[in-house]
């Protein structure tokens, strides 16, 4: 397990959640590998942010390289990890959209989702690669965001929409907005599960990475592989 946090910084504002979870890896006898992003080169930070990125991604595979994985999960990684680390280590990242859905934060994804009057949500992992955010879809689940309790919330937010912009909506509300709310609440739920899903596939020989594409039993995926019945099935 690596983290870019130690817990030592000063500016540290999930100090608790983190020690937490630290003395979880611990308790596991996982080997933990720590080197904090707050402390290291601040002065290139300040002048070169890429170059601090790649010095910063070279101490990161000093310290991890020493330890033989398969697989790397970015689990609420938030820095852009750096070309040669995407190269030499096979590793997925979780987006909060479809593979066809649109790119971004995850508010900024359920925004859109909204404009566009959309009819599903989900959740993708992706290879890692040079290009942030756009290395093949590997596995997703989905998720209607209609019917059910959904129908009213789309209709208030019609409603609002007769006398507002989405942009009044978003500053007034922000992610308190009801049908923002639930989509998020339904997409959250399903993250870990995914994670957990497939991870399962690659640690029983169903899917392989080879020169950064997904294989299923030896053959060439063409499309990332769903997992929404191992996510839904979980959920129950």
Sequence with gaps: MFCNWD???????????????????????????????????????????????????????????????????????????DDETCRQYDMLNLHPA????????????????????????????????????RGAALTYCGFPIRGGDYDKLWADMNGKLKTKTLDQIKAEEGQDEPLFKKIREDGAKR???????????????????RDKRLYCEDRLLDGPYDLSKQVDGSLE
């Excluded at 971004?104 to 989900?122: F, K, M, P, R």
């Excluded at 991870?199 to 020989?205: D, Q, T």
């Design 7 to 81: 817990n030592t910084e000063e500016d540290n504002p999930k100090r608790e959640q983190r020690q937490m979870f630290f003395d979880m890896v611990n308790g596991y006898g996982i080997p933990l590998v720590t080197a904090s992003w707050k402390t290291f080169r601040p002065d290139l930070w300040d002048k070169d942010q890429e170059a601090w990125r790649n010095e910063y991604g070279k101490l990161l595979r000093e310290l991890t390289g020493k330890y033989e994985f398969d697989l790397g999960i970015l689990a609420g990684y938030m820095l852009w990890m």
């Design 98 to 133: 479809l593979p066809t859905g649109p790119k971004g934060t995850w508010q900024e994804v359920i925004w859109q989702l909204i404009s566009e009057n959309a009819d599903t949500q989900g959740i993708m992992m992706h290879i890692c690669t040079e290009e942030w955010d």
């Design 191 to 209: 993250e870990l599960p995914l994670i957990v899903a497939t991870i399962r596939e690659f640690a029983e020989g169903r899917v392989c990475i």
